[in-house]
């Protein structure tokens, strides 16, 4: 039994806990820690059994396999070597991970303590195949990321390409499309040499990603069209079925893709 710690009570870490509960064998949720008092109360209730805190040592009290993080890229920062010390960390907030220090910081601390840190897709898809060509020399990689004019406060009428930079310079001018462009960049080339494109588009209904990776293997071009998620517009309902999908391969007995 895999017993696992929530860090966020919000629209991912909700989303966690109904799985853990229905859908996912082998696994239990010990404890959740959010700083919102009010998510804590609504989170007691409707998860009952789970041992629910706004404190992170009361938390931390407890014994546990494995902590998702999904919570912010603040959390990741203030916990993540403590979590590290102590048990495995899977981290949502991505985007925290371009802060090389921290990003050097948590691996040392994963590796002298033989810990692991998962970090899932997330919103975008190709994460499996530039895994595998990262093995050998990869040329270029660049994520394209396409959404509503209105959500960027952009007013248009017709495409509009209004980012076109190193990854590292986009999570700073676009934190919103942060955890996507730091996935790829960890997987890929590195925040100052993958490429990020932000388009904006008065017809578009949803966020789309679009990801084009060349190297020695060849060439990878996916196209990712998310919906939103209900109870956060801002998160991806796809991000947080790989959170799920993670969590299933730690625990089952087969692990499909690199
Ligand atoms: N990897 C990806 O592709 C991807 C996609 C979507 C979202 N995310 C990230 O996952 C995280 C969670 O997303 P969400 O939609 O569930 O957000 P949310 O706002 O719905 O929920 C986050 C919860 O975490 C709590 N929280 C924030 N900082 C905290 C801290 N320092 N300590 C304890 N609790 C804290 C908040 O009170 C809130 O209840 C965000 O950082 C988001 O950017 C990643």
Do not use: W
């Amino acid at each position: 039994m895999l017993r696992v710690g929530l860090i966020g009570c919000g629209a991912i870490g909700t989303t966690l806990a109904k799985a853990i509960k229905k859908e996912i064998k082998d696994i239990e949720l010990i404890a959740a820690f959010d700083t919102e008092g009010k998510k804590v109360k609504e989170f007691l209730k409707r998860f009952k059994g789970v041992s629910t805190t706004d404190s992170f040592d009361v938390f931390m009290s407890n014994e546990f396999d494995l902590v998702v993080e999904a919570a912010s890229q603040k959390a990741v920062a203030a916990y993540g070597e403590n979590i590290l010390a102590k048990t495995n960390l899977m981290i949502m907030s991505t985007g925290s991970l371009l802060d090389n220090e921290l990003f050097s910081n948590l691996v040392h601390v994963a590796q002298e303590n033989k810990r692991k840190i998962h970090l899932p897709s997330g919103a975008i898809c190709g994460i499996d195949g530039i895994k595998a060509a990262k093995l050998r020399k990869i040329f270029s990689a660049t994520l394209t990321t396409t959404k509503p004019a209105k959500t960027l406060n952009v007013k248009t009428k017709t495409k509009k390409t209004i980012f076109f930079g190193t990854a590292e310079k986009a999570v700073k001018l676009f934190p919103q499309s942060v955890n996507v462009a730091a996935t790829l960049s960890l997987v890929s080339l590195g925040g100052k040499k993958t490429r990020v494109k932000v388009v904006a588009d008065p017809n578009a209904k949803q966020n789309m990603h679009e990801i084009h990776v060349k190297g020695e293997f060849g060439e990878i071009y996916t196209r990712t069209k998310n919906f939103p998620f209900k109870e956060n517009p801002k998160t991806s309902y796809l991000a947080a079925l790989s959170a799920i999908r993670m969590l299933k391969n730690i625990t089952e007995g087969l692990d499909i893709g690199t």
